[in-house]
């Protein structure tokens, strides 16, 4: 079934890029038109969204690369997420009464891994230098923008998290959130990125901007120090993937939670969707319960793997995956699905870019919620995320607190390779809706014969809070029978429209057909973006 897209899909063939902000896709293309490739064009398009969109994302969070390298038609992985303070434990935090954190609680900030993400994602991947790649979204800072309409609500209501720390005026215009239209600048994030431009990782997590992320986070309570930011190191796991009806989906391997898309997409595997209609009540069905069983395993074991022992190839199993396929009740929801035993004895900024080459980059970065903490490093204009909010503070579970640990982590890049090619860099970005978003456009493409931006537009459905027995937002394209029918099933539903849609996610596609070159993109009609070729 195809639904009338909100968009026309982009076709180029020198190049593609496809992000939130037109802006950052604008900086984005620039950098391919000057001779850069999909990773120079990537970092760029991540430090311009920094600028324009800093109400998701920015250098003071994480970020995921997933890298297809046209030349050995490799896929390969950069991890950016950062660790928590050695000084940060359950233990710690129970001296000091606190045996919950708080969504926005300084101790939820985790080392910064964008910073060293960007320059280790151009040393590794791109051809141009760091300079080069962050001087257009320097430009934006220094002369500012226009602020983009769903953005400027977001940064209306970040304002509390801003107002969590002393410094958060700099993200302000006279203490208020710009209007849609109304320019914003930046200088002291400009100012950060040049001394990132300049100096490289120590000009981030060394010097004047470690300095001030300590003072500030001191100040208020927090136990990060120098040696703690000095001490952080991007990684590069190989990406994992498993083979969907001759489709190869690529993910980022734990800390991540991008195997619970493929866990999802091999419990659907055996199913045929031909005489099935999309968005009926058996198609989504079929995918929610698929998820539910996901995400129960995957909310227990996905865990720092440099810390704790995850089974990622276990997981990943076809034979664990039948086991597991046995529980999905086609009459019933699973609400109840408990996690099995594998060993048989989550807001972002997506985005993606594919070059005349045919390299192609994945992209992810994130604050995690909205503005994160909202606390902001005195004349570093950026805010410092909260994504130690994903540790538990359960002793006995894997994902528990530790010092120097990385958490369960939402942000998740996608790739897809087709017989070793490229087919296409993908990803829906939001917390836990980011592996639902990964299964729901896969099964669009594959079993629905959709191009990528009616793969994008098609209605969605949220498992809320990311546990096998959550409440199921669905989005108001879904008949009302169909909700209906869900509800008799078993299945909480809740349904959104307006402005509740946020939830759904915000998504970027490019495919590449390997027999012209032909470059074809989507970009989600729920974010300000778009995507643009040459």
């Known amino acids: ?64 690369c997933i890298y297809y390298d046209a030349k050995s038609r490799s896929v390969k992985g950069l991890n950016g997420s950062g660790r928590a303070p050695a000084g940060l434990s359950i233990e710690y935090l ?39 790649v ?59 990125f040049w001394e990132l431009a300049e100096h490289g990782k120590p000009g981030f997590y060394e010097g004047r901007v470690a300095e001030e ?11 990060m120090t120098t040696s703690d930011l000095k001490a952080h190191r991007t990684t ?77 190839e276990e997981l990943l199993s076809k034979e664990y995956a039948a086991r597991r396929r046995r529980l999905l009740n086609p009459e019933r929801a699973t609400v109840d699905a408990q996690r099995g035993s594998p060993t048989a004895g989550s807001d972002t900024v997506y985005f993606c870019v594919v070059d005349g080459e045919g390299n192609a980059c994945s992209f992810i970065n994130s604050n995690y919620n909205g503005f994160g903490t909202g606390v902001v490093p005195r004349g570093c204009g950026f805010t410092l995320q909260n994504r130690g909010s994903g540790f538990s503070l359960n002793p006995d579970h894997p994902n528990r607190l530790e010092p120097g640990k990385r958490p369960y982590h939402t942000i998740i890049p996608g790739m897809a390779t087709l017989d070793g090619d490229l087919y296409a860099p993908f990803g829906v970005m939001g917390g836990f809706m980011q592996p639902q978003g990964h299964t729901q456009v896969i099964v669009n493409l594959v079993d629905y014969g959709m191009n990528p931006q009616e793969a994008l537009d098609a209605p969605r ?41 946020g939830v759904f996610g915000k998504g970027q596609i490019i495919h590449r057909n390997p027999a012209n070159g032909v470059l074809t993109a989507g970009s989600d009609p729920r974010a300000d973006g778009c995507a643009v070729g040459w």
């Open 1 to 64: 079934m195809n639904f009338n897209s909100r968009r026309s899909p982009v076709y180029a063939t020198h190049g593609m890029v496809a992000s939130s902000q037109p802006l950052a896709s604008m900086a984005g293309l620039s950098i391919l038109q000057q001779g850069g490739n999909a990773a120079d064009a990537a970092v760029a398009i991540a430090a311009a969204l920094n600028v324009t969109e800093p109400t998701s994302t920015g250098i003071g969070g994480d970020c995921f």
């Open 236 to 312: 590069y796991p190989d990406p994992v993937s498993t083979n969907y009806k001759g489709l190869d989906v690529w993910e980022m391997p734990p800390n991540g939670q991008g195997i619970t898309a493929l866990i999802a997409l091999n419990i659907l595997e055996e199913y045929s969707f031909t005489d099935v209609p999309h968005s009926s009540a058996k198609h989504l069905h079929t995918l929610i319960e698929a998820m539910r069983i996901a995400f129960a395993d995957t909310r227990w074991y996905v865990a720092d793997p440099d810390v704790i022992h995850v089974p990622v």
């Open 461 to 501: 459905f949220f498992i809320m809070d990311g546990n096998a027995g959550g409440k199921v937002a669905l989005e108001d394209e879904i008949s009302v029978q169909v909700m209906s029918q869900l509800a008799s099933m078993g299945h909480e539903v809740v349904p959104c429209s307006g402005w509740a849609r």
């Open 134 to 192: 962050l001087a257009p979204a320097l430009e934006l800072a220094e002369k500012g923008f226009p602020v983009s309409p769903i953005t400027a609500r977001s940064w209306d209501r970040g304002i509390p998290q801003l107002r969590n720390g002393p410094h958060g005026d700099e993200l302000l215009i006279g203490g208020r959130a710009p209007r849609p239209g109304e320019i914003m600048r930046n200088p002291n994030l400009a100012r950060t």
């Open 94 to 132: 129970a001296d000091h009464g606190i045996t919950a954190l708080p969504r926005y609680s300084v101790h939820t900030v985790t080392v910064p891994g964008a910073a060293a993400g960007w320059v280790d994602t151009v040393d590794r991947f791109g051809t141009m230098t760091l300079r080069q």
């Open 213 to 223: 992320i300590v003072k500030v986070l001191a100040d208020m309570g927090g136990t």
